[in-house]
């Protein structure tokens, strides 16, 4: 059986349906990424498959002995937690919350375990640093311990390069990759970068409100959904502009709202933004 | 200096005031870490109006004002925390709206009634002499619970604090903590507003914080940095005080402020 199954999930707000028509399955050891612009119903997934948000209709199931407390997360980095005064070690001990129960203090089980997994990821040496001093790369290093620290059957990462040096996007990508070949751990990775997507998972999910391909990263470079996106890249050179917009609009999703309004607005923007070539993307899509 | 402490103490009011505005000074500044960390600061001014609001409507009603305004305060803290939540709500604004109108209200309320008098002015400014003996046991039952629900919750108040969203999704509840958090603020500044003011008392939940924040690298630093600036600012300033014959409230945000700079010197070097 597989790890985690939806079955014709549709999730809406307020009624009004974001993604629809869902159907995936993961099994133990997939890495895969969900890619699609914004709006596309990324987060609003992320949001289901946490358990944060019940699905209108269809459903989530779990099996092969996984549950809900197995899936580890990476949320997106918020405003606030940018000159956060934490050490990186207590921040990385707060993702033990979970084992505590009704005991009020981490024991030396919960302190060990934070170690275990800062030394994972080669960041014992950021353990005594201040949080808000680390780099970009460094603060998804430590946040990525902490979700290890929660769960290590299934990793959850939202965004997890967005924002990131080229140099740390590579370290990202291999770090991922080897929690996901050597330790086993199954990753759901939410990503802009299909390149990179397409380069390291082994599952690709392209999401549009619908699924416009399942199935595994070689088969989506064969497919329409990816050439689609090739194809328009090349001919409008859209790479620089796209990027920078791109930035722009995850900046103003970065509070998480993605209501229907907010994101019928956003996709209006974004195509009156695009150039002649994107908007045939979109048709062909 | 000894002297001028020895006499201090002598008063019995001084006393009053000294050991109620010591403990609300410390629960007021272990609160405020995880409030302007949350970004709610403004939650804690808007309160503080919204108090003041609630007093007037006890002077008029010829209620007991702490009858009226605690459980007024605690309700309007659960809204603008749910409003701040909320983000189609500017959360800002709609505190700003708030404020001003509790602000105007109560002033209304007793204009029309008993006219603007000392009341008026000592709730604005507060005063050291509005302590009576049994807010001092009410500041002392705050204290110890505001010391023990923030001990007990400390693990998961960082957690709420740092991160909501991953605490919400490794099964944290965190409405529960926030709700919390809000009831313990309003309670504070219900019984500090009458001591420092309803317009200064949400400095004793800001300055602290901030000023450790400066130099402090770990949470835990911060937490009781910010507790034992608090309540050293808070003795600094009534010292002030009753030594220059200058308001209470005005003297502790005085004397919170001159630290602040200080740190914030001492942090900027640092960084250098």
């Known amino acids: 059986m597989a790890y985690l199954t939806c079955e014709k999930v549709e999730l809406a707000y307020e009624g009004v349906p974001v993604v629809s028509d869902l159907s995936f399955a993961i099994n133990k050891g997939d890495y895969l990424c969900v890619v699609g612009e914004n709006g596309s119903g990324k987060s609003t997934l992320i949001k289901a498959l946490l358990g944060l948000k019940k699905p209108a209709a269809g459903k989530i199931t779990f099996g092969d002995g996984l549950t809900q407390k197995d899936i580890g997360y990476l949320p997106q980095q918020t405003p606030a937690q940018a000159d956060f005064p934490a050490s990186a070690f207590e921040v990385v001990l707060s993702g033990c919350l979970n084992r505590l129960g009704i005991k009020p203090f981490y024991g030396k089980a919960e302190k060990e375990r934070a170690w275990a997994n800062l030394k994972r990821l080669s960041a014992e040496h950021l353990a005594n640093s201040c949080y808000r001093d680390l780099s970009g790369g460094q603060k998804q290093r430590i946040l990525l311990a902490r979700a290890l620290c929660a769960a290590e059957k299934v990793l959850l990462l939202d965004e997890p390069v967005t924002g990131l040096d080229p140099t740390a996007v590579e370290e990202m990508y291999q770090l991922i990759k080897k929690l996901n070949r050597e330790d086993g751990i199954t990753v759901i990775m939410v990503s802009h970068d299909i390149h990179g997507a397409v380069r390291q998972a082994s599952h690709i999910l392209h999401l549009h409100n619908r699924p416009l391909f399942f199935g595994t990263a070689a088969e989506y470079r064969k497919s329409g959904a990816f050439n689609g996106v090739k194809a328009t890249e090349e001919t409008a050179g859209r790479s620089a502009e796209e990027s920078a917009l791109q930035k722009n609009t995850v900046g103003m999703i970065a509070d998480g709202s993605e209501s229907a309004a907010g994101r019928k607005m956003q996709a209006a923007e974004m195509t009156e933004k695009k150039t002649q070539n994107s908007v045939v993307r979109e048709e062909q899509l | ?272």
């Open chain 2, 1 to 272: 200096m000894i002297e001028l402490i020895q006499e201090m103490f002598s008063y019995r009011f001084m006393l009053r005031a000294i050991t109620a505005g010591g403990l609300i000074s410390l629960c007021a500044a272990l609160l405020g870490v995880s409030l302007v960390l949350k970004r709610y600061s403004m939650i804690g001014d808007g309160l503080s109006h919204v108090g003041f609001g609630a007093l007037a409507l006890a002077t008029v009603m010829n209620a007991a004002p702490l009858a009226v305004a605690i459980p007024v305060v605690v309700a309007a803290a659960f809204f603008l925390l749910r409003i701040s939540g909320n983000s189609k709500i500017k959360g800002d604004a709609a505190i700003g709206l708030i404020s001003a109108g509790s602000l105007a209200i109560g002033v209304m309320m007793i204009s029309m009634t008993s006219g603007v008098n000392t009341d008026v002015y000592n709730y604005m400014f507060g005063s050291i002499l509005a302590m009576s003996d049994g807010d001092v046991w009410l500041c002392v039952g705050l204290a110890a619970v505001v010391l023990f629900l923030f001990v007990w919750c400390y693990t998961r108040m960082f957690a709420v604090t740092f991160d909501e969203t991953f605490a919400r999704a490794t099964g944290t509840r965190v409405g529960l903590y926030n709700g919390l958090l809000a009831a313990l603020t309003a309670v504070t500044i219900v019984l500090g507003m009458r001591l420092m003011g309803s317009l200064l008392i949400s400095s004793l939940i800001i300055f602290p914080a901030l000023t450790a924040m400066r130099v402090c690298k770990r949470f835990i630093s911060v937490i009781l940095s910010a507790g034992v600036i608090s309540v050293v600012c808070f003795f600094a300033g009534m010292m002030m005080s009753y030594a220059w014959g200058t308001p209470a409230g005005a003297s502790v945000v005085v004397v919170n402020l001159a630290v602040f700079l200080v740190f914030y010197v001492i942090g900027a070097l640092r960084e250098r």
